[in-house]
């Protein structure tokens, strides 16, 4: 699914970001003509997927026209984005999925949102979330592959409005997997960048430690793209698969992988060597697997904090798992934290140092396996967790169909702040493992 | 100045909020005169502090109106506090001191200031502070001891506002030593959470590494009010002065110290050990000396990401130091901005070991010296870096004049999270080291 061969496609909407830019570099795409195309797909299926929850057309139109009118801010001129809705954005609502912000206008784009328009992007609408990206209460989105099953979370609205062609690009978060847990669920890429690189202003804050904002698209040169906005310079040295080292982490909590989990993985780590990399078994050290009792330990201490606004001036509106972190329900002492803290401190530069000569990049799941049914369930972030806390990249890549015929990805690790490094082999290794011979062009349940 | 010497005062703009709160709790005060007799005091003193960018009289007068109709919220009901303009409120504008966002209105609460407005708190307005709380334009503030000479920064006019008895309680952050420093330069009390206690939603960023939102009173019992609103809860266990094993830390700066630094900490060193304390040397490890070089490579790292979005959207009207981080004009790398995460990371937890039985408390300078003369600086964060670097409690206590008849004050450092036990030492501490004779009756220069 390259740039080139998706110039062929009619419909815009099913452009990535990289082949509409040119076109509409080259001026044989207008930027309205773009966002009507993508508002066409949202208008035909957006009843059945419900990933926005506010889209404004007759907004969107009259932004691409001034864009028509402007001279280029750059590759972004006039792409489409969608924006969870737990980011805050100057010209739409910012609801949280919560009863308490139904409704509210804060008047003020979040710094990632603030960024790309400057540069030209198109914000689109705004994109349905688990409550807060936290709990409470599910997205009503639903997977595009089969709508009986969850799209994942929390960045539900986001991964599906990306994977049906509404948008090329959407932003989402991540405290625990809620970006590269959708990107598996949905059969697109995903960027969760290096912790401090992309500016959380003006995001829902729910983990100081944890939170992490990026970006959904359907090729790593999109996810590429957007990171250039961002002073991700790409990173030209060249990748060559033969000879890549590749550390294949089943990681501590193997145990809970599932079918499609395993068959993704496996597959990766079979198309890679086939195709000269070497896939060599990697071993975290033994604290490692303390990193996952860790996140807990933070994400719930430090959600007691995020959450008080709300436990103080809505406290009937909080949903009770918001709640029960404000009252510690999880009885996680001090002492307890900061043992946390120190773990994950101490874990994140041994991370750092495993890769060098030896290792490129790691290989590990994005999910436990498919998507579950139904949708009263987001699925486990069981296998992302410990790289949210690590603080290091991670891109998902889609790799093959599961038992259920639904997608399944698998995550790239890289060295903390190398992100443009981990882009570059990612955009190397997509080609290898991603093997589904219709994404560009599918269609989804109807 | 404890609360029932305050109840003394005939002006109710002059008591602490403890006297306040216990005097609206049993109806002999009201919110409203109370919120009349801070008016007042800033009608008739701020054209001369400027401690002020926003302050609505009749708003406040209708909220203080409300509340006293309302049954009481808690020990906050009706006590007025000061907000840092990089702080959103509701029902002000938040400017950031920025021509950028001049005028600009959010109309959502940043998190600590709705978590006392939902206690109670009434929000008094929105006080002068440097540029984004980072650099650029400075506030428009004096010192109230002597208007030649700063207040301090970066949030100058709420650490005026609480000395200039404006108001009981002001929010300020700190990235470096933006609420320590002006409580010294100010004469007043001031707590800097330990690092995720209190949320920072709402609050313009600029680390997301370092900063941190605290507030600042006229005594420690003030500080323990506002504490408890955020659930850090009061310690009771009780203290002796006598036996408390304080660690004298020069810290790894003291080359920098100026007579009116040095005779504060030498002064509150001496009178705690006149009062049985145990005062001793204490010699932090080597590797602490690299700290504050890891502060520096990370507040302009951080900064880079932080002001990308005014960088892109503004560009003229962001002020050249700011500019310079997103340009990363130190040529900061990405392996130096590693080892400087390492190096505070490896060593919070080696603080965090030291308290114990032979340790209670750390003693420390909090700035160099009295305030500079002149509103074109603020002085100097180098005594705060580090301990804010290290996420750990701090509070600001008052000790006496330096040789320019400006206050001078000390920092006592606590382990990581135990900030009440913190807040307990300093209330044992403060009436032997705080030695202001006319500390609640003063009359600042006119």
Known sequence: MDAISQTTETDPARMTASAASALIASRQLSCEELARACLARIARRDGKVRAWLWVDPDHVIRRARELDKLPSKGPLHGIPFGVKDVIDTADYPTTQNSPIYDGARIGRDAACVGIVRGQGALI??????????????????????????????????????????????????????????????????ALKP?????????????????????????????????????????????????????????????????????????????????????????????????????????????????????????????????????????QITRERLLESYTLADSCRPVLDAMFGPSLDVILTPSSAGEAPLGLHTTGDAVFNRMWTLLHAPNVNIPVCRGPANLPVGVTLVGKRLADARLLAIAKAVAPVIDSDPDAGARELWA
């Open 194 to 330: 290096s912790w401090g690189l992309v500016s959380r202003e003006g995001v829902r804050m729910s983990s100081m430690t944890l939170d992490t904002v990026g970006w959904y698209a359907r090729c790593v040169d999109d996810l590429i793209l957007a990171a250039s906005a961002y002073r991700i310079e790409a990173d030209n040295t060249p990748v060559n698969v033969k000879g890549l080292r590749v550390g294949l982490c089943v990681s501590p909590v193997w145990h809970q992988i599932e079918p499609g989990g395993e068959i993704a993985l496996q597959a990766a780590a079979k198309r890679l060597t086939e195709a000269g990399a070497i896939v060599e078994n990697l071993d975290l050290p033994t604290p490692f697997s303390g990193l996952h009792d860790a996140h807990t330990a933070i994400v719930n201490s430090e959600g007691g904090a995020s959450f008080l606004p709300e436990y103080v001036n809505a406290h009937a509106l909080l949903a009770p798992d918001l709640r029960a972190k404000v009252e510690n329900v999880l």
């Open 124 to 189: 689109l609408g705004k994109t349905d979330t688990v409550e807060f990206a936290s709990g409470g209460r599910k997205a009503l989105t639903r997977n595009p592959f089969n709508g009986a099953h969850t799209p994942g979370g929390s960045s539900s609205g986001s991964g599906a409005a990306v994977a049906d062609f509404h948008v090329p690009f959407a932003f989402g978060t991540q405290t625990g997997g809620s970006l590269i847990r959708p990107a598996s669920f949905n059969g697109i890429y």
